[in-house]
C-alpha cells in the first residue's frame, strides 16, 4: 500500500527565511500526491496537488512542491516564511485507486519574529 | 456557506454513551469520507461513501463504529458504548468524485470522560 514519509515533526524557520518541508512517499510512483494545511482547530486545506502533467507545482500562499521520481520526494517549498505560515502541514497520498487519503505523520512549522 | 459543515464542533460524553456526529457535505459532491485524527497526528481513514453506498468500512476501528449516508448527501458517523481511546477530531471530507481533491470540515472534537 502506498504510504508516505515526513521527516522531522516539528520545523523552525525566523520570518523571510526559506521554508522545506519533506515528504517522500514509497517506492511506487503515486498517480497523485498532496499537501494540506491545517490550522489551529480547524481542517485541512489544500495546498496544492501533483500530478503527472507537471513536476513543479504551484500553491496558494506561495507554497510550491516538486516531485523528484529519483529522490521518491515531493518536498514543500516556500522562499520567505510569513509568521501567517504557522501551521501543521500534511503529506497524502491515495490509499488504494484513487479513494481514501494516506496522511504523514505532519510537520509542525513555527516561524519565528 | 458552501463548504463541508460538520455538527457538534465540539462534544463531551461519558464512558459508555453513544454519540453521533453530523456532516454535511459540499453540495452535489459524490464522495464523502471519515478520518480520525489523534491529537498530534495525521488523520487516519475510516470509510467512504460513493452517494448513499458505503464502499470503504476498513478503518473503522471496531463494530461499535458506524456510518451512514442514506440520501447520498448528509452523513452520521455513529459511536456507541464509547471508550476513553474514542477521544480525537473526527473529519469529514467531501470531493466531486474520487480522484478529485477533498475538501474537509472544521472537525468535530470528541471527548469522552
Known amino acids: 500500500a502506498q504510504s508516505v514519509t515526513q521527516l522531522g515533526s516539528h520545523v523552525s524557520v525566523s520570518e523571510g527565511a526559506l521554508v522545506l518541508l519533506r515528504c517522500n512517499y514509497s517506492?511506487?510512483?503515486?498517480?497523485?500526491l498532496f499537501w494540506y494545511v491545517q490550522y489551529p482547530n480547524q481542517g485541512l486545506q489544500l495546498l496544492l496537488k501533483?500530478?503527472?502533467?507537471?513536476?513543479l507545482v504551484k500553491g496558494i500562499n506561495g507554497f510550491e512542491a516538486e516531485f523528484k521520481k529519483s529522490e521518491t520526494s515531493f518536498h514543500l517549498t516556500k522562499p520567505s516564511a510569513h509568521m501567517s505560515d504557522a501551521a501543521e502541514y500534511f503529506c497524502?497520498?491515495?490509499?488504494?485507486?484513487?479513494?481514501?487519503?494516506?496522511f504523514g505523520g505532519g510537520t509542525r512549522l513555527m516561524v519565528k519574529p | 456557506g458552501a463548504g463541508v459543515s460538520q455538527s457538534p464542533r465540539y462534544k463531551v460524553a461519558k464512558r459508555g454513551q453513544d454519540v453521533a456526529l453530523r456532516c454535511d457535505p459540499i453540495?452535489?459532491?459524490?464522495?464523502l469520507f471519515w478520518y480520525q485524527q489523534a491529537l498530534g497526528q495525521g488523520p487516519e481513514f475510516l470509510t467512504y461513501?460513493?452517494?448513499?453506498?458505503?464502499?470503504?468500512k476498513s478503518g473503522l476501528p471496531s463494530d461499535r463504529f458506524f456510518a451512514e449516508r442514506p440520501e447520498g448527501s448528509v452523513s452520521t458517523l455513529k459511536i456507541q458504548r464509547t471508550q476513553q481511546e474514542d477521544s480525537a477530531v473526527y473529519l469529514c471530507?467531501?470531493?466531486?468524485?474520487?480522484?478529485?481533491?477533498?475538501?474537509f470540515g472544521d472537525g468535530t472534537r470528541l471527548s469522552i470522560l
Open positions: 471530507a467531501s470531493s466531486l468524485h474520487s480522484h478529485q481533491p477533498q475538501h
Open positions: 461513501f460513493q452517494n448513499e453506498a458505503q464502499l470503504d
Open positions: 497524502a497520498v491515495p490509499a488504494n485507486a484513487g479513494n481514501m487519503l494516506t
Open positions: 501533483y500530478t503527472s502533467a507537471a513536476t
Open positions: 517506492s511506487s510512483v503515486p498517480p497523485y
Open positions: 453540495s452535489g459532491h459524490v464522495s
